[in-house]
């Protein structure tokens, strides 16, 4: 999960020096999972708003861990608290991917939810690998 963020983040941010768009790296996304699960046009109806809902909560659960970078890096207390909201929004993050997972699991078999699951990653770590060539170019 943690992969996840940082991925979208790093893309997030060199593409914002040009003109980054959040629907279309969603969009992007959506299209390669769908593909890659191999989820047929009417799985694919039930899928997306389920999964346009996680991913909702999923980046409204970043923001707040984006807010907590905020600080002090030289206060201990600081430094302390910080340490203990990153480990309560890790959890919520797998709480809220657990919830999703079973919510997939009631409308698509777990064969096309683990090729979901592994789709989410392989686009991530190939949008790390875009961000990464750009940066050393």
Same mark, same amino acid.
């Given at each position: 999960?943690?992969?996840?963020?940082? $991925?979208?983040?790093?893309?997030?941010? &060199?593409?914002?020096?040009?003109?980054?768009?959040?629907? =279309?790296? &969603? *969009? &992007?996304?959506?299209?390669?999972?769908?593909?890659?699960?191999?989820?047929?046009?009417?799985?694919?109806?039930?899928?997306?708003?389920?999964?346009?809902?996680?991913?909702?909560?999923?980046?409204?659960?970043?923001?707040?861990?984006?807010?907590?970078?905020?600080?002090?890096?030289?206060?201990?207390? *600081?430094? *302390?608290?910080?340490?203990?909201?990153?480990? =309560?929004?890790?959890?919520?993050? =797998?709480?809220?991917?657990? $919830?999703?997972? &079973?919510?997939?699991?009631?409308?698509?078999?777990?064969?096309?939810?683990?090729?979901?699951?592994? *789709?989410?990653?392989?686009?991530?770590?190939?949008?790390?690998?875009?961000? $990464?060539?750009?940066?050393?170019?």
């Amino acid at each position: 999960m943690f992969l996840l963020m940082t $991925t979208a983040t790093m893309y997030a941010q &060199e593409q914002n020096r040009k003109h980054f768009d959040p629907a =279309k790296f &969603e *969009a &992007e996304l959506e299209n390669f999972v769908t593909a890659e699960a191999k989820l047929s046009e009417q799985e694919t109806a039930k899928f997306l708003p389920i999964y346009r809902e996680m991913r909702k909560k999923q980046m409204e659960n970043f923001g707040k861990r984006q807010q907590a970078r905020q600080m002090d890096w030289n206060d201990e207390q *600081a430094c *302390a608290e910080a340490i203990r909201q990153h480990d =309560k929004n890790e959890i919520r993050q =797998k709480v809220i991917q657990k $919830t999703y997972h &079973e919510k997939f699991l009631e409308v698509l078999p777990a064969t096309k939810v683990i090729r979901i699951i592994r *789709a989410e990653d392989k686009f991530h770590r190939q949008a790390m690998h875009r961000v $990464t060539n750009r940066r050393q170019k």
